[in-house]
């Protein structure tokens, strides 16, 4: 698709549970980004990934969370033990390099109970 | 620490009026601005930007005018329409190509 796509577009987990969210970015985007809004909230920087450059990591909340980028494309985030505060929705946004203007993808919603 | 701060959480404008949106921030770094805009449901989709080399950037009924010596800036849409009711955010980013950050957001009311 020409958009940036993330899977699933909602999910509910149980607390405790590992969860899985996934980006496809634009086509020959090379920067990706993660965010998250809680209710109410702006927009949580998590994670920036730039190319082969080492991920920028200062956003995420805690260890449980991690993310990875393979192949310069798709990327994973990964939460590890969740808990009821992680509930939130997930952006993920790529750009060109070089380019400021990111793109977002729909979000994933997710809802741990 | 909030380095872009939105401090006006809604602002509710007649159609057809001007709506003007808020924004200041503190790093001495940004010289990349941009302003997003979102729908319930949706991702922020990208509306207009501005390098701080500008003091303003106009794009149909949206203009971004930038401050740096106030660190501030902001959006202006005239005229308002209903169809512009939606969260507004700030973004801002040290120099192009770095990571982007976001204000709390803005939401914008426009009535009919």
């Known amino acids: 698709g020409a958009g940036v796509s993330q899977s699933p577009s909602n999910k509910v987990t149980e607390k405790g549970k590992d969860v899985e969210l996934r980006c496809d970015p634009i086509s020959g985007h090379t920067a990706l980004y993660w965010y998250r809004q809680s209710l109410g909230q702006g927009l949580e920087f998590l994670i920036y990934f730039q190319g082969n450059s080492a991920p920028d990591k200062s956003g995420l909340p805690s260890d449980r969370f991690s993310a990875e980028r393979t192949g310069g494309s798709v990327s994973t985030l990964t939460i590890q033990r969740t808990q009821q505060e992680d509930s939130a929705v997930y952006l993920c946004a790529s750009s060109l390099e070089r380019a400021a203007e990111a793109f977002f993808g729909q979000g994933t919603r997710l809802t741990v109970v | 620490d909030q380095q872009v701060k939105q401090n006006s959480p809604s602002l509710s404008v007649q159609e057809g009026r001007i709506s003007i949106l808020n924004c200041d921030y503190t790093n001495s770094m940004f010289d990349y601005f941009l302003w997003y805009k979102k729908y319930p449901a949706e991702g922020p989709t990208f509306l207009i930007s501005i390098s701080s080399i500008k003091d303003k950037n106009e794009d149909g009924r949206f203009t971004v005018f930038l401050n740096k010596s106030a660190k501030h800036l902001s959006l202006h849409i005239v005229p308002s329409q209903p169809g512009d009711s939606a969260v507004y955010f700030c973004?801002?980013?040290?120099?192009?190509?770095?990571?982007?950050?976001f204000g709390a957001g803005t939401i914008l009311r426009v009535k009919s």
């Open positions: 973004a801002a980013s040290p120099y192009y190509g770095n990571k982007l950050v």
